[in-house]
Structures are given as structure tokens and as C-alpha cells.
């Protein structure tokens, strides 16, 4: 078959649209899986960013909140998400901030009020009242900075951070005990993390 120079041309140009397309979508799946990764270190660059701001000791902001919202796995460590919702023990994780908002908002109407939100999962209830909008209490940057100023009131009010870590969760020690156990153990792997990346570099600036 003999083709002309007209076919030969409308033939470039479809495998030109089609090859622009498939680079389309090459782009846009890369796109999401790239903000999918940092939204899931999001909560925990925050967090430190946080214990520095306020004089925390170091990781423990970082430990609550991989406590109360851990949910996928960077580097096989499960990180705190920022899209998280937990009502009564019901949780629930999803991909943008969009969604976890109109979730937040349908579940509001319906009259639920004991929701758990974001990355420090602060309670719907108790906190609204210091957050101008729903949207400023899902926002990981406002929420994180307002759990690490919650946290450091209840330790200037209770004395310790053990204290100030278990009132985070609840004044009840049926609750609190068990989960400062938990944060407890993040902490401490934490912190022994760093201490041994800190004496690793000591090590290598001294050779």
C-alpha cells in the first residue's frame, strides 16, 4: 500500500496526541504519588517544627501525632496522615484534604460532635471554639501548632510531660495510662534514633 504525504502527516500527528497524552498521565500519576509522599512525612516535618517553636522536648509532639493519626507507611515506619477523622473509635483516612472536610461537614449535620481531627486529632467538641472555621481545623500547619500549645499548657498546668501526654488523650486513667504507654514507646524509639544519628555524625566530623 502506497501511502500519500497527507496520510503519512495525519498519522504523525495522532501518534504526536497520543504520545502527548500518555506523557499526560505519566505526569498526573506522578504528581499525586508525589503529594501523596508528603503528605505522609506533612504531620511529622510540622511536629518538629513545632517542639522547636514552643520548647517541647524532642519527639514527643512527633510521637502523639503518629499515635493519633498513623496510617501509611514511609521508609516502614507508619506516619501520621493529615486526612484523618476518628469518631467514637470509628476512623477514617482519606486522601485530600477535601474530602476529609465535607466528611467532617456531613457527619456535623447529621449531629455528630465527638470527631477527632487531623493530625493531632484534636476533638471536635472541646476545641472548635479556638479554630475561625472548619477548614482552619483540618489544616495540618493550624493544627499542629495548636496541639503543641494545647500539649504545653497541660504540662505548665499538671507539672510533667507524662502527665501532660496522658490529659492530652483523656483526665481519665482508664484511657490515658494505655496511651501514654503507646506514645511512650514511639517516644523512646525516637529519641534512641536520634541519639544514635547524632553520635554518627560526631563520629564522622572527628575523623
Not at 23 to 46: G, M
Not at 70 to 86: H, I
Not at 151 to 157: N, P, S, V
Request: hydrophobic residues 35%.
Amino acid at each position: 500500500m502506497i501511502m500519500t504525504n497527507k496520510r503519512v502527516t495525519e498519522y504523525k500527528i495522532a501518534f504526536l496526541f497520543l504520545l502527548l497524552l500518555f506523557l499526560a498521565n505519566i505526569n498526573v500519576a506522578y504528581s499525586q504519588s508525589l503529594n501523596s509522599y508528603k503528605d505522609r512525612l506533612l504531620c511529622e516535618y510540622l511536629a518538629k517544627d513545632a517542639e522547636k517553636k514552643y520548647g517541647l522536648p524532642e519527639n514527643i509532639l512527633l510521637s502523639i501525632s503518629r499515635v493519633e493519626s498513623g496510617y501509611q507507611k514511609v521508609d516502614g515506619v507508619t506516619r501520621a496522615w493529615p486526612w484523618t477523622l476518628n469518631a467514637g473509635g470509628d476512623s477514617a483516612y482519606f486522601q485530600t484534604k477535601e474530602a476529609a472536610l465535607s466528611s467532617l461537614n456531613s457527619r456535623i449535620k447529621r449531629g455528630v460532635t465527638n470527631i477527632d481531627v487531623g493530625c493531632m486529632q484534636l476533638n471536635y467538641r472541646w476545641h472548635k471554639k479556638f479554630f475561625k472555621s472548619l477548614s482552619d481545623m483540618v489544616n495540618p500547619i493550624q493544627n499542629v501548632d495548636y496541639g503543641a500549645r494545647f500539649l504545653k499548657k497541660l504540662y505548665q498546668r499538671h507539672g510533667s510531660w507524662e502527665k501532660a501526654v496522658k490529659y492530652y488523650h483523656s483526665s481519665k486513667s482508664k484511657f490515658n495510662v494505655k496511651y501514654y504507654r503507646k506514645v511512650r514507646a514511639v517516644w523512646k524509639k525516637e529519641n534512641n534514633e536520634s541519639n544514635i544519628l547524632q553520635d554518627e555524625i560526631i563520629v564522622k566530623n572527628s575523623i
